[in-house]
């Protein structure tokens, strides 16, 4: 049985990424220092897949904490999510943001060059592309100007990922993931959002479940066919899934350059609008909204290509918007 270490492993996506390695035979071993999750989450993944995970409460940011980890554990692959993930925030942290999301990747990269330990998959953005030029966004697409420290944790990290592959013989693969939603089928474990949330689906869910008064829609002229912006969204069970058959393409060495990556979304646009009356539908609920100005620093459209995805890592999405609003609504009515 393979070992994989998965940082970040009691997340939103870590979370449904353990599940589904769980659920395929490897041996997961979960580091996280709940700075954004729960020790609760470890619970429920047993109670989904019948497994407790090994789990190390450890904050990768403290070296020698990282040293220790490796020099008593056996690690055949890495999938590495542990990172600040909020926009705004990072225009207000940045060395917060540089600290943690390039510190933390750095530290798991000496000991996995140390150690000779291969197979690495990085948690990436499509926020790399910024406003792409042409839709939908294949991987040639140039990479823009980071618009937040954030991005530029994900541009650097790529391209410190790239450069340890070349140099120290390792095989990397960055999955630049479009906007991940929902929740488990069992609805035992989903997005746990600190605060107020910044993002779409956490606001309507806790809209429609009375917790915030009325979602702000972020401006209706934008060049799409409603004015409301489009985004690629992707549920997380899906995206889970793609860390499965990456890590495994690494594993067989099918990987064909040390460093690859991989836009990983459903190939559709929603707008904000057709988001709110699908989540309408299925929730059964009316949605209390408001057309509000633009948020500063958003794009109008991204919506991935996925044909390189298809092909190389014989990786699709399943399920449908419906389905992931559904599964965040029915999650969001278990956490009220
Ligand atoms: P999340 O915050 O739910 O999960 C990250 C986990 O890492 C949390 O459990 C947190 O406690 C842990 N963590 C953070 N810093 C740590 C540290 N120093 N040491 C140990 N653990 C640490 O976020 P998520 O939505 O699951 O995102 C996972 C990854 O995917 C991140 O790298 C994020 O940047 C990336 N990503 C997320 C999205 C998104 O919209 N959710 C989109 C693209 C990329
Ligand atoms: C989606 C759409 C908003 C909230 C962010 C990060 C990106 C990536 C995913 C990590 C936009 C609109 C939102 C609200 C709204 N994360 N909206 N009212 O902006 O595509 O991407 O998360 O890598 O880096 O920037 O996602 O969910 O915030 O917004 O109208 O209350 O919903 O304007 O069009 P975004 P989002």
């Known amino acids: 049985m393979k070992n994989i270490l998965v940082t970040g ?36 993944i047993k109670e989904i897949t019948g497994i407790a995970p090994e789990f190390h409460q450890i904050d990768l940011r403290i070296k020698q904490d990282v040293k220790d980890l490796f020099a008593n554990t056996t690690i055949d692959g890495i999938i590495h999510f542990a990172a600040f993930k909020a926009v705004g925030e990072s225009v207000e942290k940045p060395l917060d943001y540089y600290e943690n999301n390039i510190g933390s990747l750095v530290y798991l990269l000496q000991e996995m060059r140390d150690r ?3 197979h690495f998959i990085f948690s990436s953005s499509c926020t790399v592309y910024g406003q792409a030029d042409e839709l939908p966004i294949t991987e040639n697409a140039p990479i823009k100007p980071a618009a937040s420290p954030y991005g530029n944790t994900k541009q650097i990290g790529e391209e410190i990922i790239k450069e340890s592959c070349e140099a120290y013989g390792m095989n990397a693969i960055a999955l ?27 606001f309507v869910t806790q809209t429609a479940a009375g917790i915030r008064e009325q979602l702000s829609v972020f401006g209706d002229d934008y060049d799409t066919q409603d004015g409301t912006a489009i985004r690629d969204y992707i549920h997380v069970v899906d995206l889970a899934k793609a860390h499965i058959v990456a890590l495994q393409r690494l594993l067989h060495k099918e990987n064909k350059s040390s460093f690859e990556f991989f836009n990983i979304g459903t190939g559709k646009g929603s707008s904000v609008l057709e988001v709110v009356k699908s989540f309408e539908k299925v929730s059964a609920t009316k949605l209390n909204y408001k057309i509000v100005d633009r948020r500063p620093g958003d794009i109008t459209a991204a919506y991935a290509d996925t ?13 449908s918007l419906d389905e992931a609003l559904l599964s965040a609504w029915q999650w969001q009515q278990e956490n009220k």
């Open 176 to 202: 630049r993931y479009f906007n991940p939603i929902g929740a488990h089928d069992s609805i035992k474990i989903g997005e746990l959002p600190l605060g107020v949330p910044q993002n779409l689906i956490p």
């Open 116 to 118: 000779n330990i291969d």
């Open 9 to 44: 492993g009691l997340g939103f996506i870590g979370s449904h990424t353990v599940v589904e390695l769980q659920n395929t035979g490897y041996h997961v071993i979960i580091v996280d220092d709940l700075s954004n999750s729960k020790i609760e989450v470890l619970e429920r």
């Open 307 to 319: 044909t390189l995805a298809e092909k190389e890592l014989r990786w699709k999405t399943e399920k």
